[in-house]
T-cell receptor, first 113, second 113 residues
């Protein structure tokens, strides 16, 4: 049982480049999330998808777009990467809402130079 | 404005003793609280949660206490084990099946053999 799988695990981008972070879960969960974690900070919600076909902004959505491709997959896109987007990105999924146990992926360490 | 505060960046305890991790919150609308544990290079994993209608929840070696009047919660680990060494995040949410979790900055727990 893989749980939540994120790709890639590491990425270095130049300022202005674009990329998509992929996330897939195999637990048949309804809700999926993208968080970022910066040094000395807690996790901050970027976007979430409460259910297939819906997406909503979280606390720090600027500079990002998301796509809930199907029930399993939720991708995060950086259209024009900036150094301020250097961070570790975590995808998570829950059966319904964050008051149920969330399962996180291993994270993507992104550096924008 | 940080709504969930973990004022101790780090804590060191001896194996077999009690570990007490503290968390304060400012938003009186929070009604559900969770603790997540995170090892280096891994995603967070759910540990324990508590609803605001309770003041204590226990799961094996882990107990969470909630003091609503003081807007304070604590996680007790008894007895502490070296494998408990990790970053512990306190998180809180408003409402029923809420999708937005507010995390604290985390406390690094080190359990010495």
């Amino acid at each position: 049982n893989a749980g939540v799988t994120q790709t890639p695990k590491f990425q270095v981008l130049k300022t202005g480049q674009s990329m998509t972070l992929q996330c897939a879960q195999d637990m048949n969960h309804n809700s999926m999330y993208w968080y970022r974690q910066d040094p000395g900070m807690g996790l901050r919600l970027i976007y979430y998808s409460a259910s297939e076909g819906t997406t909503d902004k979280g606390e720090v959505p600027n500079g990002y777009n998301v796509s809930r491709l199907n029930k399993r997959e939720f991708s995060l896109r950086l259209e024009s990467a900036a150094p301020s987007q250097t961070s570790v990105y975590f995808c998570a999924s829950t059966e319904l809402g964050m008051n149920t146990e969330a399962f996180f992926g291993q994270g993507t360490r992104l550096t924008v130079v | 404005d940080q709504q969930v505060k973990q004022n101790s960046p780090s804590l060191s305890v001896q194996e077999g003793r009690i570990s007490i991790l503290n968390c304060d919150y400012t938003n009186s609308m929070f009604d559900y609280f969770l603790w997540y544990k995170k090892y280096p290079a891994e995603g967070p994993t759910f540990l324990i949660s508590i609803s605001s209608i309770k003041d204590k929840n226990e799961d094996g070696r882990f107990t969470v206490f909630l003091n609503k009047s003081a807007k304070h919660l604590s996680l007790h680990i008894v007895p502490s084990q070296p494998g408990d060494s990790a970053v512990y995040f306190c998180a809180a949410s408003v409402g029923g099946s809420n999708y937005k979790l507010t995390f604290g900055k985390g406390t690094l727990l080190t359990v010495n053999p």
